[in-house]
């Protein structure tokens, strides 16, 4: 927001209309809110089971009805002649297309907010484009929104990096299902009420006229 702010206003010795700065940061964000709209509009839909291209599809199918009425307000002649053509083909199937695809892809398994941050490399490397292929001069303020987004982006890289991963769970002793021994416990063996049996020895046998000795002792 302080770096909108900052940039908004005009250059030095430039003459801009009452209200242009304002109007021009209440565009930005709200281009910034429907990009975030559109980003968690693509992550819900592919949470449902969609897929990427499916729900990328979805998206700017709706929004290309959206946008109809503005094209045929405006002069599309320019698309009749080969360079316009050409450039058509280039900002439709590479840049949106393809662009697009990816980051349908990097919605299946990172988070909005993640993906989103990632993308601002987009506006970061066109700025340094233009100032090493074209030459152009940047402002103080666009440099300074440069070097947020590279910052952004380098927190977040480092983030990632720097995040511990889940330790693995141990597994648990397997339990011993072998029935345990009777004879670890003698009186297990024995049922409650049975009746005690006389047992006979070689002394206390019926021929040699003795009595029976109780419980086999």
Known sequence: MAVLAVSSG???????????????????????ASYAVYTLAGKTLIDRGWRPESSMGALFGGA?????????????????????????????????????LLFGYGLTGLLPATVSTLTLAEPLTAGLLAVAVLSESLSPGAWLG??????????????????????????NAPESSAPESSDAHPAAAVSEGAPIVDAWTSSSSPASGSAPTRGGG
């Open 10 to 32: 005009a250059a030095p010795g430039a003459a801009s209309a009452p209200g242009a700065g304002a109007v021009g940061l209440a565009a930005s964000l709200g281009a910034g």
């Open 64 to 100: 290309a009805a959206a946008s109809l009425p503005l094209l045929l307000m405006t002069d599309a002649s320019w698309l009749a002649t080969p360079e316009g053509l050409a450039m058509a083909l280039w900002l439709g199937l590479v840049t949106t297309t393809i662009a697009y």
């Open 146 to 171: 440069l070097a947020v987004l590279a910052t952004g982006i380098g927190v977040l890289a480092a983030s990632g990096r720097s995040r511990p991963e889940p330790a693995a769970a141990e597994p």
